[in-house]
């Protein structure tokens, strides 16, 4: 939108303070500006804080918006600016998914209110489409495919330098070490594997290893009732001490997309997300039975196109085999599953704006 002369986008900074997923909210925050100022140049903000008197901004009025693009479905703390505050408001607001529907914690958020105040609720791809008509309120009416917008970018990604011929593994854990055996948004098995994570940069010398943790893992582990702080520190600490461990931490996952070779995760998201690349991928669950339990139709795609692991010696077997051995059988398949979710890529944003230009007269 920024680089369309018949729009005028600016982006509005607005704090959820219920810490997600257990995370320190004040951080999280931080870390988002951080992310924010490193893409787009300052005078795109539109810093959103609380007044001395306790009561937020107007910046939508003031702004005299149009459109209004939100980023999560989810409800926003002790904030007005929530997608049902548009409604019964000279504006039209407009919601891009974040995360491909890989987990049927998702089918919980398809039927949240929230969906049916959205003008245009812009999927990734059919299968997603198809999930929405199923779950949502208005049984998909305001649903249009046009693509995976966040991907749009990987294609211009930078790869880092090589080092000679080595390969690159990026050891992706997620932040959902928190929930129960029957939460299923609960992915996460780096408890699990924390000691062997920390054992791999010695037993595999010969590769490069990329840690990137999602952001609010080590403020989950943080917690007393978790790790506390002190362990989390001195285990960041281990890792990052080895000499073929680069740490992750940038806004930006894209370019360690583009430079690694293959990745091990329990991640929702990267598990549709990583296809893109066409390279090998290796999933950890925490149980065999997970795989029909815990994931969505397309969800269950992805994990048959993946190399899966519910141990140290499956994933031993993924670094061996595929990623140092060159073995890599599930390659003719994966790359044809893989081009039937990268709709319009790279781009899907180009495909919304004309969409939206086209229904609301724009040329």
């Not at 914690?105 to 949240?112: A, C, E, H, I």
């Not at 048959?304 to 010696?313: F, K, N």
Request: hydrophobic share 40%.
């Amino acid at each position: 939108m920024r680089r369309d002369s018949r729009f005028d986008a600016r982006i509005a900074v607005i704090p959820d303070l219920r810490g997600i997923a257990g995370a320190a909210p004040l951080q999280g925050i931080e870390r988002c500006r951080a992310a924010l100022a490193e893409a787009y140049p300052a005078e795109a903000f539109l810093p959103v804080a609380r007044g001395a008197d306790g009561a937020w901004p107007d910046v939508l009025a003031d702004f005299g918006a149009d459109l209004v693009c939100h980023p999560s479905p989810y409800e926003l703390s002790d904030f007005k600016y929530n997608p049902r505050w548009c409604v019964g408001r000279s504006l039209l607001p407009i919601y891009i998914s974040y995360s491909f529907s890989t987990s049927v914690f998702g089918y919980g958020v398809l039927s949240r209110l929230n969906y049916a105040w959205f003008w245009k609720v812009f999927v990734e791809c059919d299968e997603t489409a198809r999930e929405y008509a199923e779950h949502s309120i208005l049984k998909g009416a305001n649903a249009e495919t046009v693509g995976y917008f966040k991907m749009d970018s990987l294609a211009s990604a930078k790869p880092w330098p090589r080092n000679g011929d080595r390969k690159r593994v990026l050891i992706a854990p997620h932040h959902s070490v928190k929930g129960g055996a029957n939460d299923m948004l609960a992915l996460s098995n780096f408890q699990r594997y924390a000691d062997y994570f920390l054992s791999l940069p010695e037993k595999h010398p010969e590769l490069d290893i990329v840690f990137r943790p999602h952001p609010f893992l080590f403020d989950v582990l943080s917690r007393p009732s978790k790790w506390g702080p002190k362990k989390v520190l001195r285990w960041v600490a281990r890792m990052k001490a080895h000499p073929n461990v680069r740490w992750s931490g940038e806004g930006d996952y894209f370019p360690s997309f583009a430079s690694c070779d293959a990745i091990v995760h329990d991640c929702g998201s990267f598990l549709a997300e990583w296809f893109y690349t066409g390279k090998p991928g290796c999933f950890l669950l925490k149980d065999p039975s997970d795989a029909a339990a815990k994931f969505t139709p397309l969800g269950k795609e992805c994990l048959s196109h993946c190399y899966l692991a519910c141990d140290e010696a499956a994933i031993e077997t993924f670094l061996r085999n595929v990623v140092i051995g060159g073995s890599d059988p599930k390659a003719a398949a994966r790359d044809a599953f893989r081009k039937t979710i990268m709709v319009n890529h790279p781009h899907a944003a180009d495909t919304a704006l004309a969409k939206i230009g086209w229904e609301l007269g724009m040329g």
